[in-house]
C-alpha cells in the first residue's frame, strides 16, 4: 500500500480537525453549558452539601415529658387570667387573654436544650386542637404567635388552655429514626436485587444454552431455535432497566418493590444469557467430542462435558450482577421502583438533605461491603 503524500496527509489531518471542532461545537452548543450560572449557584450548592455531608444517624433519647398548660380566657374578662410562673419550665402567653381574631404570642422558657415541643389548644370542652410541632432554641427557649379562633373562647366560665409537651432529651444517645427508616429500605433494596438475580439465573441457563451455537445449532430445526433465541435477547436487551421499571410501576403501583424485581428479572435474564451463552461457546470441544463418539446422548454430553466447563464462568456472572442489581436498585428506585432508591427520591423532592445524607451514607456502606463480600465470594469458589 503506497503512502500517502505529505500535503495530502496534511489536507486529510485537516479535514479531521475541522470535524472534530464542530463535532465538539455541536456538542457546547446542545448541552449549553452555563458558567455563571454555576458560580452563581454555588452559595445554594454549598448549603445542600452541607447538609448532605451531616447525615442524620442519631438523636438524642427522652428523658422525661412535660406537660404545661395556661389557662386562657377568651374574650377577656370571660374568666379569671392565670398568673404566670416566674421560674422554672414554663409557657406565657402575651397578652394574657384576647378576643376572637387577635393574635397572641406564646413564649416557652427553661425547657431544655433543643427539646421537642408540641403546642395545642385544649378547648372548653376537652377536645384538643393542634397548633404546631418544633424544637426549642439552644437556651430552651420559643417564641411563636397563634391566633385566636372560634372554637378556643370561654364556655360556660371554663377558660381554653393552652398547653405545650415538652420532651426533655437526656445525654444519651439512640439511633434516629431516619436512619431506622434507611436500614428498612436498603434491606429491601438488597433484597429486591437478591430475589431478582436467583429468579434470572434460572430463566437464563435454559436460554443460554439456546443461544449457544455449539450446542443448538445443529440442523434446520436447531438453527432457527438459534437465531430466535439470539433475536429475542438482542431485542429485550435494547430496553433500559429505567424503561422497565417505569412500566412495571405503572402497572404495580409506584414506590412497590415488586415492580423494581420485574424490571431486574428481565434485565438480568437477558444479560446472564448472553454472559452464559458466550462462557459456553468458549469452552474446550474435545469433551464434548469423547463424549459424542462412545455414543452419549445431547443431554448427557451437555452435563458431563460442558456443565464442569462453565460452572466457574457462571459462578462468578451470577455474583457480578448481584453486585450490579444492588446499584441498579437505587435508580430504579427512583422512578417508582422501591427500595432505597425510593425513599432517596422523596426526600429530595421534599428538599430533606439531611436525610438526603443518610441515604446515600447508607448506600456507600452497603456497596464497598459488597465489593468485599462479591471479591471473597470468587476467591473461594471460583
Known amino acids: ?19 472534530v471542532i464542530v463535532v465538539y461545537g455541536l456538542s ?30 442519631y438523636e438524642a433519647s427522652t428523658s422525661e415529658t412535660l406537660m404545661l398548660t395556661l389557662d386562657f380566657p377568651a374574650p377577656c374578662g370571660s374568666a379569671a387570667e392565670e398568673k404566670p410562673i416566674e421560674s422554672g419550665p414554663r409557657i406565657v402567653a402575651t397578652p394574657g387573654c384576647a378576643s376572637v381574631g387577635d393574635t397572641v404570642i406564646v413564649e416557652g ?11 395545642r ?32 373562647t370561654t364556655q360556660d366560665g371554663k377558660p381554653p388552655q393552652i398547653e405545650a409537651e415538652v420532651s426533655l432529651l437526656s445525654k444519651h444517645y439512640v439511633p434516629s429514626q431516619v436512619l431506622k427508616d434507611v436500614i428498612d429500605a436498603m434491606y429491601v433494596t438488597i433484597l429486591m436485587a437478591l430475589l431478582a438475580t436467583t429468579i434470572a439465573t434460572i430463566m437464563a ?60 428479572v428481565i434485565i438480568t435474564t437477558v444479560s446472564l444469557s448472553k454472559m452464559f451463552s458466550e462462557a459456553v461457546e468458549a469452552i474446550d470441544p474435545g469433551p464434548i467430542e469423547a463424549l459424542t463418539a462412545t455414543g452419549a446422548n445431547r443431554i448427557q454430553v451437555v452435563w458431563y462435558a460442558v456443565v464442569p466447563q462453565i460452572v466457574p464462568d457462571f459462578l462468578s456472572y451470577i455474583i457480578y450482577h448481584w453486585d450490579i442489581n444492588i446499584r441498579i436498585s437505587t435508580i430504579i428506585g427512583f422512578v ?41 465470594m470468587r476467591k473461594r469458589f471460583i
Do not use: C
Open 1 to 19: 500500500m503506497q503512502k500517502l503524500p505529505t500535503f495530502l496527509k496534511g489536507i486529510l489531518y485537516l479535514i479531521i480537525g475541522i470535524i
Open 28 to 57: 457546547i452548543q446542545v448541552t449549553k453549558p452555563d458558567i455563571q450560572k454555576l458560580v452563581t449557584s454555588l452559595p445554594k450548592s454549598k448549603a445542600i452539601l452541607s447538609q448532605i455531608l451531616t447525615p442524620d444517624l
Open 109 to 119: 422558657f427553661e425547657l431544655g436544650k433543643k427539646s421537642p415541643v408540641g403546642l
Open 121 to 152: 389548644w385544649i378547648l372548653s370542652d376537652g377536645r384538643t386542637l393542634g397548633v404546631k410541632s418544633f424544637d426549642a432554641d439552644a437556651d430552651g427557649h420559643f417564641l411563636l404567635e397563634i391566633a385566636v379562633r372560634p372554637l378556643t
Open 205 to 264: 441457563v435454559p436460554l443460554s444454552f439456546l443461544a449457544s451455537s455449539n450446542i443448538v445449532k445443529k440442523g434446520p430445526i436447531g438453527t432457527a431455535v438459534y437465531y430466535s433465541t439470539r433475536g429475542l435477547l438482542s431485542i429485550v436487551r435494547s430496553y433500559d432497566a429505567l424503561v422497565l421499571a417505569i412500566i412495571f410501576a405503572l402497572i404495580v403501583g409506584f414506590g412497590s418493590p415488586f415492580g423494581g424485581v420485574l424490571a431486574l
Open 336 to 376: 417508582g421502583g422501591g427500595g432505597i432508591g425510593y425513599y432517596l427520591s422523596q426526600k429530595i423532592n421534599t428538599f430533606e438533605y439531611h436525610k438526603v445524607g443518610t441515604a446515600l451514607f447508607a448506600i456507600i456502606l452497603v456497596v464497598m461491603a459488597l465489593d468485599f463480600l462479591s471479591a471473597e
